[in-house]
């Protein structure tokens, strides 16, 4: 049996967080996880989930995304940050990466 790829959506509740998840979640070669709504700010559910995924959306306020990134520590593990916390710093891929040759 093939491992599924995960991908979790950490601000499901959200417009855009929701929208993702859904397109997401009905695609059958995807795993997608959903936080149960009670421990949707825990971070100690979070880290779970953000480390156990293989890609991980970011859909929340600026201050959340940080702190969510802070949360990972799997090296494997992609972060998309749909926020605008992580757009200028220098550390972090934004646009089309596939145009520069180092990114």
Avoid at 51 to 74: G, K, M, W, Y
Wanted: negative net charge; glycine residues 4%.
């Amino acid at each position: 049996m093939t491992k599924l790829p995960r991908v979790f959506v950490d601000g499901q509740e959200g417009t855009t967080g929701l929208r993702i998840h859904e397109y997401l979640a009905a695609r059958q070669e995807l795993e997608v996880p959903r936080i149960d709504p009670e421990w949707r700010k825990d971070p100690a559910e979070r880290a779970r989930l953000l480390n156990a995924a293989d890609v991980a959306f970011l859909c929340l306020p600026d201050a959340a995304a940080r702190e969510a990134v802070s949360l990972v520590t799997n090296p494997t593990a992609r972060i998309i940050d749909a926020s605008t916390a992580h757009r200028t710093d220098p550390s972090w891929t934004f646009g089309l990466p596939e145009l520069t040759a180092n990114q």
